[in-house]
C-alpha cells in the first residue's frame, strides 16, 4: 500500500510538471502567434560535431518557472555530446546565487529537427515534451553563439571561454537586440575567472 502511495505521488508530480511545462510552451507559442514573426534558426549548415563540447553562458533572459530556474546563476556552463543515435546528451551546470552557491545540474536531451542546417533543435527536460532551440548565431570559428528560442522569451550567449572582450561581448549583445529580444530582461551572467 505504501508503495502505491509513493508511486501515486511520483506520477501526480510528474503530471503537474508536464501541464505546467505545456502550459508554458503553449504560451510561448501564443505570444510569438501575437507580435512578431517567430525568432528563425541560422540558414546555413553548422558541423554539428564541431559545435559540441563545453560553452560557457556570457548572458541570458534566463528560464525562471517553478520547477526550473536560472534567474540567479553563477559560472553557468552548457556541455554537448554527440550520442551514437543523433541525440544531443547536454548538461547544464551553475552555482545559485553565488560563485560558491549551491551547484545546479539539469540534464536535457537535444534532438536535431532541422536535419539540412542543424540549427534548429528539440531540446527535452521532460518526457515527452520537447520544445524549440534555435541557434541563431554562430561566429565562423566556432568560439561565440546565441541560442533562441522563436517567441524571443529566452536567450543565451555563449562563448568557449568564461571572458571574452567588450568589444566581442557588446558585438553579440547587440545581435540579440537586431533580433528584437527585451533588452531589459537581459543579464551578464557572472563568470569566475579560470
Avoid at 502511495?5 to 504560451?27: D, E, F, P
Avoid at 520544445?131 to 529566452?154: C, F, H, K, M, N
Avoid at 572582450?165 to 563568470?191: F, N, W
Wanted: glycine content about 6%.
Amino acid at each position: 500500500m505504501r508503495r502505491d502511495t509513493r508511486r501515486w505521488r511520483a506520477q501526480t508530480v510528474a503530471g503537474c510538471l508536464a501541464v505546467a511545462l505545456l502550459s508554458t510552451l503553449t504560451a510561448s507559442g501564443c505570444s510569438a502567434a501575437r507580435g512578431a514573426a517567430p525568432l528563425q534558426p541560422l540558414q546555413r549548415e553548422i558541423d554539428l560535431e564541431r559545435f559540441m563540447g563545453k560553452w560557457y553562458v556570457l548572458a541570458h533572459i534566463p528560464i525562471d518557472t517553478f520547477f526550473a530556474s536560472e534567474a540567479d546563476a553563477y559560472n553557468a556552463v552548457e556541455t554537448y555530446r554527440l550520442a551514437a543515435d543523433g541525440s544531443i546528451p547536454t548538461t547544464f551546470t551553475f552555482n545559485e546565487g553565488s560563485f560558491d552557491g549551491p551547484l545546479r545540474v539539469m540534464r536535457p536531451t537535444g534532438f536535431v529537427h532541422d536535419e539540412e542546417t542543424k540549427t534548429e533543435w528539440r531540446m527535452q527536460f521532460l518526457w515527452p515534451f520537447k520544445s524549440a532551440y534555435l541557434i541563431v548565431y554562430l561566429d565562423e570559428d566556432y568560439e561565440q553563439t546565441i541560442i533562441g528560442v522563436p517567441d524571443r522569451s529566452y536567450v543565451w550567449i555563449m562563448a568557449r571561454t568564461p571572458q571574452i572582450s567588450d568589444e566581442e561581448y557588446d558585438h553579440l549583445v547587440a545581435e540579440v537586440a537586431g533580433m528584437g529580444h527585451d533588452m531589459t530582461k537581459l543579464r551578464k551572467v557572472p563568470q569566475m575567472q579560470r
